[in-house]
């Protein structure tokens, strides 16, 4: 919305404008222009007559200056006639300030820009033609003046003047300095840098709130109001333009069955367990939803008006423990009718996602849309056949984006659509507790559907329940929102219905109903004293009531008589009695559930179940056997369980826990509190109101008690005595971590705490019930606040950092990362010791938990058993993930945390402890020097870094089968901090960046035995640097010692390859095959690909086979066997062995990922796009590997690897473009390659400089497609409306300013000399019928600067030079001077075709070359002919250089025009030719064999350019002693045309 400009917002915009022009204006020999003395009374130039008079009589020189220079006069006159009516505007110059009247000031400018060209003639020619360019600013101006001013209008037009005056001042500085000439015959405004930006400035000022920053797509924008603002237009059109999209795909495609449309749609709708989820959480919800609750909705006119679809959105608020999501049951079932007869229940379609902070395939927004798709397609059948045309093709749905406006958008938001279709309800239940991302992404979608609802009435609707913290950010989806507030006094009638069904379930009510004929008044009495505490002190929440009732359920009548005397007021008071109660439980250790709370509040990660249990054991060193029933029986109050996928905890607790299984937990879920048992009461229905007429054998099953001990002590014996041996725990840790601890007294203690739970069990997430637990227990601990029972009371921040980063020290000292096979556990201890650490200010630590901590920082740096460790506890979580990087920047690139370990160890004196606790006073000593030297912290370390490194205990050792020298990179970065007091400066892996010197002094730096293995290590170093000579060194000092040495073998192959020597090389790996060991031939399928990769270099196609066949054999998962595998097949034409390839590889599915084989080789960054693309367009085109890529997609966001992420859009885009033909989907992969390039750094673009040609070619395909779409919905009869979707996006690449698509923008576009602008101005021409000063301007900039390229002195550019003009003049409309131009590129070519008939005979016109309008020339020779015809000469026109201009190749068969009869060229795609018979293929795709690749539109016009077309022949050259030479006249008046175009 427009505000009001004050005088003093214009005074400053006119005041830079002078500071401007005074700058660009003032030389070394002249001062700034005095502006002043031009507006002073009588100098004031107010008209076009007053200027001339003021040039005329500046000087002799200029006297007669109309006369003289008469078509500079008209133009500068045009120019300035507007500017005199703007003086009509009641802008004064008090509204300016003392700078006078800024038209007059313009004027005087322009007078003083004329009388700078006095000495220089060829200046007077280039001002001309910048008065023509700023006459579209001087014109606006006078439709300004025909206006009512306001306060908008004024600031735009003092804009407008402020930018002319920059402006010509720009323009007398390029004359000053002599500049200019470089804009003599090109667009000045369009070309010079900084008056682009001056263009920039005044755009905005004209529509900012609708104004785009240029891009790729206009969904990016950083604010969330031009997001808003931008959703009422696309959602008008997407459909039509999906619609569109749809039909032009594969209409030849035979019909699929029901059966195969559904397994497509549950393959990509079901690809996460949330549709389960979801319809678990419905059916428990509505199991346990009591009769009557939430009718107290039906008396609110808001939600009257929803189910009457008169509200698009309906808005339910509440606080936590409200009972929302059963609100949000009940909707649903109101929606589906489900308590009328069926036969009675009128036609609606209903879906519903209910949101779980726990369970992050519930938090996500496009599982969110898939789940609500998947439920509407069964119910609505026109929507199954939308949704199954849309997943035909999965990029349309790879993005929330995509889902909603391809399947929601595209369906519901068609004016065309069905209006007797029924509304859509869509319940969305707890969207609070989604991730940020996902509550901005629907908020924001929402916020586009309430828009488009003011003029269009979508047939969906969405009610949306979540906690009060959600209506802020709701406010984004309308101006004002609506809606419902759940409040004590509306939900009252339903926590009474879900008490009275609570109390049927407490023992002691179920005992006296059964006493007698008196005993069931007696409970109901009871029940009704009960139910009216409960329900008093719940005050509209039902957690509260939950809770207070899971406490008495069990509990006798004096018992529950005290709980009720003073029940908890509110949430927080209700989790402090479950806190209370669990502190009085004598069945629970107290001591291990307050540190599983410690844990759990301060964790910096979620724990998995495994690693809890570990770090709880550590407290009395047994197993916990009951630890996981208990956590989800009687804790489940506080802990819940975020099972693996697949994974049942029932049927795993019977099998390995025997009969301990659940207690019968209550939901979780915090508005879940009406789920209690569920159970029925049958067979006693006439005993009144409190029906407890549960059966008595069911009752023995609730009361498990006896079974309930858990944080048992219980320990076998002999497990006892083997790990602890009687002694004390403290003993225990320094036993297992003392230097001569043994590994499998490690791996007993591990198995006796572990041996019974499952890896699901292990790998299962805990998190807390509900997210208002950790807010109080974090609350509690502060002081001044509510306390925590002693026994469990979770300590202040600073001491629960401590305990935990005690723990973490154990866990370490434990030394297991020294094996594989429980490694995970010591993950947390190593990533987050010291971001725990980093909390606590070791001033202030007790000095029992100081020892203990500085023992164990001591033991980690002190030792190289520590050091060792810690360095090895780094995890290979996948493929492409690991935890390397993270202890880099940590241990590293920084020296933060090394100092954090020193101040711990300064702290030692300060204390004047005397010595380390528990060890010798050598090591103490060391602490000391330590806390001063880095050089001395690290010297163990680095010296176990050496080890890591440098020794190995045999060839056959799995120590050499990851060979990626992290430990060199360690000992790197810890060598600079210690020599030169810096970090490293060269990251991981960047071995070229060290020297072979450098790299040996690291070798020798711990001085150790230069045996087989120290230089085989270090060889592999310096070869992976590139430094082949120096590491053949290594490799012999190896094979002299030990000639069997495979990895120095294997290393010597690979310098030899380096270096260019591939036999020997080849010869070398194979001699390293064969001494691989038996137990480690896996590793074969390595040296096999680089076999097979030599062996191409050398042209041995059958040994490269070969090598690829074995190394896929040796081990079918390595990732680069793979990529030589489909290199193989490709070289020897085997598309149907590629194909059967893909479709195995998809049929495996990773370890420990959801995804295929097929997806992790293409998310590894191996490029087999080519091979696989032309296989599989060969082989019918099948579906298996553009689903896999479009799931490769979603997964890269999951990897860290920045290039990766930009990199794989690419190569998806031009394979689903080249191979498949998909379009549309090429423009979605397209725009997001784009978009992430452009989101990246500048050093990253110029490490990536592929990225940046890659970029350019992909815009212009992406041009391409935009007009080719724009113009079928054109055509289809739809108008702007559909293709105004596609011709915006056009318009973004086109511009070289920012720019609006609305009709009311007023700025100013300015255009790229790019092929997106060709386009652009074609479609303005073609279809929006614009005026020619206006499309002309899209072509004008690039035709002159393709102009320029025949007459300069560049002789090397004239053949691109000339194709690229004719291209553009093409897309100009100018189809004859295009012409014109190919007939002078394919001259040469005729010439030599008439030389080399057959048998060698000439005609009697052949062999001699005609200037026209004259005989013969003497040069008959051919060789003579074609020299004379390519090199430029002196003649009277523009000589060219012309050798090999026929040159253009078809873009399928590869053959040019001296090999094909015809030759076309594209007249709207961007460099393409087809020959004659290629062309047909281009315009029938129904042709087999078709085109080996997607490159063209059918529709596009073409133009055939060989033969040479006779009407072409002769109209832009001349033929002058047998050499070509472009006509003058016909290039100026080509010029002439377009120097003047679009003014």
Partial sequence: MATQESPEDLNQL???????????????????????????????????????????????????????????????????????????????????????????????????????????????????????????????????????????????????????????????????????????????????????KLVEEVNKLFGSEQRLVVAITGDTASRIEEKVEGNTRKIEEIGESMTKVLGTLKETEEKETSAEIEARLRRIFCNTSAPEDVEDTYVRNRGTLLHGTGAWLKDENLFRSWIEHTATILWIFGGPGAGKSYLSTWIIKQLRQEDIPKEERKAAYVAYFFVKENNEALRDANNILKTLAWQLIWQDPHFK??????????????????????????????????????????????????????????????????????????????????????????????????????????????????IRKRLEDVEVLKVMRERGPTGLD????????????????????????????????????????????????????????????????????????????????????????????????????????????????????????????????????????????????????????????????????????????????????????????????????????????????????????????????????????????????????VAFSHARIKDYLVGAARPGTRQMPDCIAVPQEQRAHVEIAMICLDVMRLEISLQDEHKYLVDYPARYLMLHLEKVNSECVLDEDFGRIVNGLYWLFGTETGAKCLINANQEYDDFHSSKDAFFQMWTATDQYLRMVQRWFGEVEKRDMGHL?????????????????????????????????????????????????????????????????????????????????????????????????????????????????????????????????????????????????????????????????????????????????????????????????????????????????????????????????????????????????????????????????????????????????????????????????????????????????????????????????????????????????????ITNKLAQLYFDFAVAAWDDGKGVAKASVFAHKLKILAVSVPTSFADSYEGFDFFRPDYPALLWGRWQRDYKHAVERIWRKCFRVRLLEEMNSLDDDDPTNDVSGMGSLAISLFHAGDRKDAAAILAILYRPLEHLIAKTKVGGEEGPDEGKVLEKGKGETGVNDSEEQLEALSVKQAGRGLPLDIKDSWGYLCDNCRRDASEAAEMYFCEVCHDLNWCGECLVKVRDPNITPGLREHWCNPNHDFYRAWPIPDEARDLAAEYLDGAIELRREWLERLRGEWLSAGV
């Fill in 14 to 196: 006119w005041e830079s404008a002078l500071a401007e022009y005074a700058k660009d204006t003032t030389g070394k020999d002249k001062d700034a222009i005095n502006l002043d003395a031009l507006l002073s009374p009588g100098k004031s130039l107010t008209s076009p007559d007053e200027l001339l008079a003021q040039i005329e009589a500046s000087s002799q020189s200029f006297k007669d200056f109309r006369s003289k220079r008469g078509k500079l006069w008209n133009t500068l006159k045009l120019f300035v006639s507007p500017l005199a009516a703007v003086l009509k505007i009641a802008i004064t110059p008090s509204s300016v300030g003392e700078f006078g009247i800024p038209v007059s000031a313009v004027l005087g400018a322009c007078l003083h820009l004329v009388l700078s060209c006095e000495r220089v003639s060829e200046a007077f020619d280039w001002i001309e033609q910048v008065f023509h360019d700023m006459r579209e600013f001087s014109e606006r101006l006078e439709v300004y003046a025909r206006r009512k001013i306001d306060p908008l209008l004024e600031k735009q037009v003092v804009g407008i003047l402020a930018f002319i005056l920059k402006l010509i001042g720009r323009s007398e500085y390029l004359i000053r300095k002599g500049y200019f000439r470089e804009y003599l015959r090109v667009a000045f405004l369009g070309k010079d840098e900084k008056t682009k």
């Fill in 385 to 498: 056949q939308h949704a199954g045309e849309v997943c035909k093709q999965r990029a349309l749905t790879i993005t929330a984006k995509d889902t909603w406006e391809n399947l929601f958008l595209g369906y519901y938001c068609r004016e065309d659509g069905r209006t007797d279709a029924p509304f859509t309800s869509i319940v969305i239940d707890g969207l609070d507790e989604a991730t940020a991302a996902t509550q901005l992404v629907l908020l924001q979608f929402l916020a586009g559907l309430a828009s488009v609802s003011k003029s269009f009435r979508p047939r969906i609707q969405f009610a949306v329940v979540g906690r009060t913290t959600l209506q802020e950010d709701a406010q984004i989806t309308q101006e004002k929102i609506y809606y419902i507030q759940v409040t004590k006094l509306k939900n009252q009638d339903d926590i009474d219905s879900y």
């Fill in 917 to 1257: 606790e528990g060890v010798g006073l050598a090591a103490s000593t060391w602490a000391k020097t330590a806390a001063e030297s880095l050089k001395d912290l690290l010297k163990p370390a680095m010296m176990a870094s050496s080890r890591i490194w440098l020794t190995k205990p045999g060839f056959s050792s799995s120590d050499y089968a990851d060979k990626d020298e992290f430990a060199l990179w360690i000992l790197y970065g810890w060598s600079c901090l210690v020599e030169t007091g810096s970090v490293a400066s060269i990251q991981p892996w960047n071995f070229w960046a060290l020297s072979p010197e450098r790299l040996e002094n690291l070798a020798n730096w711990a001085g150790l035995e230069h045996d087989v293995h120290w230089h085989t290590c270090l060889g592999w170093a310096m070869m992976d640097g590139g430094f082949y000579p120096e590491a053949i060194s290594q490799y012999n000092e190896v094979l002299v010692q030990y000639p069997q040495a495979w990895v120095a073998l294997e290393g010597l192959a690979r310098c030899h390859g380096g270096l260019g020597e591939y036999q020997l090389a080849i010869d070398v790996m194979k001699k390293a095959v064969e001494a691989i060991p038996e137990s480690s031939k896996s590793i074969s399928s390595y040296l096999f690909t680089r076999i097979m990769t030599w062996g191409s270099q050398i042209g041995d196609d059958e040994l490269a086979y070969e090598a690829a066949m074995k190394g896929i054999d040796a081990d079918s998962s390595n990732l680069d066997a793979q990529l030589r595998f489909f290199e193989a097949l490709h070289a020897r034409g085997e598309s149907e062995r590629i194909v059967r390839t893909i479709q195995w590889l998809n049929g495996l599915t990773s370890v420990n990922q959801d995804y295929t084989w097929l997806v992790r080789f293409l998310i590894s960054g191996r490029d087999a796009f080519t091979e696989m693309g032309k296989a599989c367009r060969e082989e019918g085109q099948p579906a298996e590997i553009v689903e896999a890529m479009d799931e490769a997609l979603g997964q890269i966001d999951l990897v860290g690897d920045r290039w990766m992420k930009v990199w794989l859009p690419l190569q998806v885009a031009e394979f689903r473009y080249k191979f498949y033909g998909q379009e549309a989907e090429f423009i979605k992969s397209a725009e997001t390659f784009l978009e992430r390039l452009r989101r990246e750094t500048p050093k990253f673009r110029a490490d990536y400089n592929d990225f940046e040609i890659h970029r350019k070619r």
């Fill in 522 to 765: 007696g409970a109901n009495k009871m029940g009704a004293r009960i139910r009216k505490k409960v329900l008093n002190g719940a005050d509209g929440v039902f957690l509260w009531a939950k809770l207070l009732l899971d406490t008495i359920v069990r509990k006798d009548v004096p018992q529950i008589e005290r709980i009720l005397k003073e029940p908890p007021g509110n949430l927080d008071d209700m989790i402090a009695s479950v806190f209370e109660r669990l502190a009085k439980d004598e069945e629970i250790d107290h001591a291990v559930l307050r540190k599983m709370l410690v844990l759990m509040a301060y964790a910096r990660r979620p724990l998995k179940f495994g690693e809890l249990n570990l770090f709880l054991s550590l407290l009395n060193r047994k197993p916990l056997f009951l630890l996981w029933k208990q956590t989800r029986g009687k804790l489940s109050s506080v802990f819940q369980l975020n099972l693996p996928k697949n994974f049942d905890p029932d049927e795993k607790t019977s099998r390995s826990e025997g009969e301990m299984g659940d207690e019968g937990a209550e939901p979780n879920d915090e508005d879940s509190a009406q789920g209690a048992k569920g159970e029925t009461n049958s067979g006693h229905e006439g005993l009144g109101v409190f029906d407890f007429s549960g059966d008595r054998d069911d009752d023995d099953t609730e009361n498990t008690s006896d079974d309930d001990d858990i944080f048992s002590t219980i320990a076998d014996h002999s497990l006892q005595s083997q790990i602890n041996n009687g002694q004390d725990g403290d003993e225990f840790i320094r036993e297992l971590s003392g230097d001569q601890l043994q590994t499998e007294s490690v791996k007993d203690y591990l198995n006796a705490i572990m041996h019974h739970l499952s890896d699901p069990q292990l790998q299962t997430e």
